[in-house]
């Protein structure tokens, strides 16, 4: 993706799905709520969480500010909570904000002046700040210093400016993305995983008891299992199955609840929704699992090329169901079990094409 290019910024067309991993209006009005306030709160993340812990504890001991830290991983994985939980170890309050919003070395010299001493500033999609701006970064991340230039073309000065020692958060969902120079101003990077099943149904437990849900650990088990190893999407899952458990039953979250609340929101055992299958479905279907171009593909499935490279095939590609290939696009034989079909001359005599359209 062009991050320069407006489009960029332009809602993604499968942006209401409930899988998504953008959070939506209802997901940042509850997402407050749910969010862990300390590390011994914060679920999974072991690697992260025990190396953040041993850096806060060393900076607190010394009385001094935390070093900087960089969060990466996809989104909905807990950078914003995490940036949240050191501030609130460290005591400092907490300035958010986001690369997108800081196009000009101006607006940022507006934030870094403000700070005070301590205090924590979280950088959303830092891999998305205007170059200006990063070169800016540079210097008040090592020196804690800015030049501030006042005037335009040669009667230009730069006047320094001190400011405060304050702890930079940064969080991108590529550290790929960032300039080795910008990347090597950070004390301590830390990579965010997906989450295991098992840690996602700690999620949904300790969400439930936060939204005052009844459910039982299959539920909270199923729900997990669909969630595409992601607490955002996990809360967002619990919440709507609440409401069929409500309106359907008791309001009880058991494993049949969550099994046909979200049969119901087409999210399948696996965590696809209706976009991914009819992805996989055309594959597997129409072009006996490929190799298949991605624009012969998007055709068969009516969706812009850009949706289904971007929005559908990375968590086809990461559950191991669909590999790109040089040749085009190929289905894996979980694809094929996954969907309960039979892979062309793979089936029991005469059952061949029969198990190809099988639903
Ligand atoms: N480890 C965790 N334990 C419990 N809840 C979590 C954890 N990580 C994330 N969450 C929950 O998931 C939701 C999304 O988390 P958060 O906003 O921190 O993600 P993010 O990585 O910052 O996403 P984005 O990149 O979109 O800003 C929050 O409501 C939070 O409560």
């Known amino acids: 993706m062009n991050w320069d290019d407006e489009s960029a910024y332009a809602p993604s067309p499968a942006a209401d799905r409930l899988v998504d991993t953008v959070a939506d209006g209802e997901d940042q009005a509850v997402e407050a709520a749910l ?9 999974g993340q072991e690697r992260v969480r025990e190396q953040l812990d041993l850096v806060l504890k060393a900076a607190r001991a010394r009385g001094a500010t935390a070093d900087h830290v960089l ?18 170890e460290m005591g400092a ?82 550290a790929g993305l960032l300039p080795p120079p910008l990347r090597d101003r950070f004390g301590f990077t830390g990579h965010m995983e997906f989450y295991a099943p098992a840690e996602l149904q700690r999620v949904v437990h300790r969400s439930a008891r936060l939204l005052d849900v009844a459910i039982e650990a299959e539920g909270a088990a199923e729900i997990a299992g669909r969630s595409r190893g992601t607490p ?39 965590g696809l929704d209706r976009l991914d299958r009819a992805v996989l479905t055309a594959l597997l279907k129409l072009f006996g699992g ?13 969706e812009e090329r850009e949706t289904v490279e971007e929005v559908a095939e990375p968590f086809l590609v990461r559950e191991g169901l669909l590999a790109r290939t040089p040749r085009g696009r190929v289905a894996t034989p979980a694809a094929w079990a996954h969907l ?15 198990g190809l359209f099988a639903e």
């Open 232 to 270: 955002r999407i996990a809360n967002r899952l619990l919440r709507r199955v609440r409401d069929y458990a409500q309106v359907k039953a008791d309001g009880v979250i058991t494993r049949e609840i969550a099994a046909q609340a979200l049969q119901v929101y087409e999210v399948d055992a696996r």
């Open 93 to 174: 309050p907490i300035r958010i904000t986001s690369g997108p919003a800081i196009q000009h070395a101006g607006d940022l010299a507006a934030i870094l002046s403000s700070l005070t001493e301590g205090e924590v500033l979280f950088l959303d999609e830092i891999h998305r700040m205007s170059r200006p701006a990063e070169e800016m970064l540079y210097m008040a991340m090592e020196d804690f210093r800015v030049d501030v230039i006042v005037g335009k073309g040669p009667g230009a000065t730069a006047i320094p400016l001190e400011l405060p020692p304050f702890t930079l958060v940064g969080a991108t969902t590529r």
């Open 71 to 88: 969060l990466s991983g996809a989104p909905g994985l807990g950078k914003t909570t995490l940036s949240m939980i050191i501030a609130a």
């Open 290 to 302: 490929g190799p298949v171009g991605l624009s012969t593909l998007a055709v068969a499935v009516g």
């Open 35 to 43: 969010r862990p306030k300390d590390l011994g709160e914060f679920v």
């Open 340 to 354: 309960g079909l039979v892979p062309p001359g793979q089936g029991a005599p005469g059952a061949g094409q029969g």
